[in-house]
C-alpha cells in the first residue's frame, strides 16, 4: 500500500482530464514537469524532518545513515540553506515559482515567479492579502502574465536558478520578518520582500495593482496580529 493518499492512477487521471485535447508527446513534457514539481517537494519533506533531527540533537553522521548517504552528503545536501525559517506553505510557493518558470520555458527564476507562486498558494497570508487588495485574484494573475517574458523554446530539466533580484527578494523577506520580530518567513514576508526590491518586475506589478511598501507592512503586520491574538484567546 501507498505511504500517501495519491497513486499513480491519480495522477495519470489528473493529467488526462486537465489536457484532454493535447497528444501523448505533449503530455510527455506536462509529465515531466510534474515529476521535477513532485521531487523538489519530496527534497524538502526530508529538509523539515533533517531540521527536526537537527533540533533534537542528531548528527550528520546518524541523518546521514537514516537517509542512505554519507555525512558529508548529507551534510552538503540539507544543512541549512536561505529557506531555513520558510513556512510550509511559503516553501511551496518557492516550489510553484520554480514550476512556473519551467511551464513558461524561462531559463531562470524571477520575481515575477515568485509572485505567481504566492499566488498559487490560496492558504499562505499572501495571497489573501492580494485579493483582499484586488478584489480578484484574476486581476493580479492577468498582470503578472503581462509582464513575464516570451516563453522559452524548451523546458529545463533539473534546477532552474534564480535571477539576482530575486535572491534579493528573498533576503528582503527574512529582513522583513526579522523587522516585524517575528521567527518564520511566511508567504507574507516573501511579498514584502518583492515590493522592497523596488526595480523588479514583481515590486512594479503590486506598485500598478495599488500597493506601497509601508501600507502592505501595515497590513501584515495588523494581520498577523490579529491572527496571533485570537490564537491566544482560543
Not at 521531487?39 to 542512505?68: C, F, M, N, P, R
Not at 492579502?129 to 485574484?137: G, N
Not at 509582464?147 to 529545463?156: C, D, N, T
Amino acid at each position: 500500500m501507498s505511504p500517501l493518499d495519491i497513486s499513480l492512477a491519480d495522477l495519470i487521471a489528473r493529467l488526462d482530464e486537465e489536457l484532454p485535447d493535447t497528444d501523448e508527446l505533449a503530455r510527455i513534457s506536462e509529465a515531466r514537469l510534474r515529476a521535477q514539481t513532485l521531487s523538489d517537494l519530496g527534497d524538502q519533506l526530508i529538509d523539515h524532518y533533517v531540521s527536526k533531527a537537527k533540533q533534537v540533537g542528531a548528527s550528520w553522521t546518524e541523518i546521514g545513515d537514516a537517509i542512505g548517504v554519507s555525512k558529508q552528503a548529507a551534510q552538503q545536501r540539507h544543512a541549512p540553506g536561505p529557506f531555513e525559517r520558510y513556512t510550509n506553505l511559503n516553501r511551496h510557493s518557492i516550489v510553484l515559482a520554480q514550476e512556473a518558470a519551467r511551464t513558461h520555458k524561462h531559463d531562470s527564476i524571477g520575481t515575477e515567479h515568485l509572485l505567481l507562486g504566492l499566488l498559487g498558494e490560496p492558504k499562505g497570508l499572501a495571497y489573501e492579502v492580494l485579493v483582499a487588495k484586488t478584489e480578484s485574484e484574476q486581476r493580479v494573475r492577468d498582470a503578472i502574465e503581462e509582464a513575464l517574458p516570451p516563453a522559452g523554446e524548451k523546458a529545463l530539466r533539473g534546477h532552474i536558478a534564480f535571477r539576482p533580484e530575486s535572491k534579493e527578494a528573498i533576503e528582503q523577506a527574512r529582513r522583513a520578518a526579522a523587522d516585524l520580530g517575528h521567527d518564520w518567513v511566511g508567504t507574507e514576508h516573501t511579498l514584502l520582500g518583492l515590493i522592497r526590491v523596488e526595480e523588479s518586475p514583481a515590486a512594479r506589478i503590486l506598485r500598478d495593482l495599488g500597493f506601497t511598501p509601508d501600507e502592505l507592512r501595515e497590513t501584515v503586520r495588523t494581520e498577523i496580529a490579529t491572527r496571533l491574538a485570537a490564537r491566544g484567546e482560543g
